[in-house]
């Protein structure tokens, strides 16, 4: 594959993972004998398509960060380890500030461990042709819309229903544009980086083939289900 763009990866390893019940972030918790962040450092350490990687984790974490998993592992395209904010939208904003030279840009949770290349290149092809793009699987289940009563209000055409993951990929410029206008606007309701390009600029965003096994590790049940895929990999 020709690549003359650069791309870089805004890891996203902030979140202080409160549902995980542990006294541990759950990025930095390990799956196997590895941390959860290291794989999917390991898959844009070994990228073809990535030049660089920007890790955006709590202050307090730096340190370890640099030293337990940036050095220990040797990830030379980390470039910079910076302090996160106090939601996630803030945090992606100190990362995009720091990459101003990239062509487009991968922004990735850090709980999401099991990213491929493949993953990354069916992504570089789509952002190429659209500007914003996003890694996602079609729902399995059947979705119910319901009021704050709990009571059905819609059930949407399952076949149009997708599960949204990361990365996220976007034109660096068409996404840093998009987050700076937001500084000045409500951030209610954010939760993914698709929603501010689509409520700041009505800018498109098509959704690409990602993975059932690109789960976010949440729970411990789902470091459980890691365990069992970091395994199989191992033996590939």
């Not at 974490?61 to 337990?68: D, L, R």
Request: net charge neutral; aromatic share 8%.
């Amino acid at each position: 594959m020709e690549k003359k763009d650069k791309c870089t990866a805004i890891l996203l390893a902030a979140g202080k993972g409160t549902r995980m019940g542990s006294g541990v972030p759950k990025q930095f918790m390990n799956i196997l004998d590895k941390p959860v962040l290291y794989y999917s450092l390991k898959c844009f350490q070994d990228s073809e398509l990535i030049d660089d990687v920007i890790i955006v984790t709590a202050k307090d974490m730096i340190s370890y960060c640099k030293k337990n998993i940036v050095s220990h592992f040797d990830f030379t395209k980390v470039k910079e380890v910076t302090p996160g904010g106090a939601e996630r939208y803030d945090s992606v904003y100190e990362g995009l500030k720091l990459c101003e030279d990239a062509d487009y840009v991968y922004i990735h949770d850090g709980a999401r461990p099991f990213i491929t290349e493949e993953m990354l290149l069916r992504g570089y092809k789509e952002v190429k042709a659209v500007g914003a793009c996003v890694a996602g699987v079609p729902s399995k289940d059947t979705i119910k819309l319901t009021d704050h009563e709990g009571l059905v209000k819609e059930t949407p055409d399952r076949n149009a229903v997708w599960i949204i993951q990361t990365p996220q990929i976007f034109r660096y410029s068409t996404i840093r544009h998009a987050y700076d206008k937001l500084q000045s606007q409500k951030k209610d309701g954010i939760t993914d980086d698709a929603m501010v390009l689509e409520k700041m600029e009505g800018h498109p965003v098509r959704v690409f083939m990602g993975d059932y096994r690109n789960i976010k590790i949440t729970t411990a049940e789902d470091l459980d289900a890691a365990e069992i895929f970091a395994g199989k990999t191992k033996k590939m």
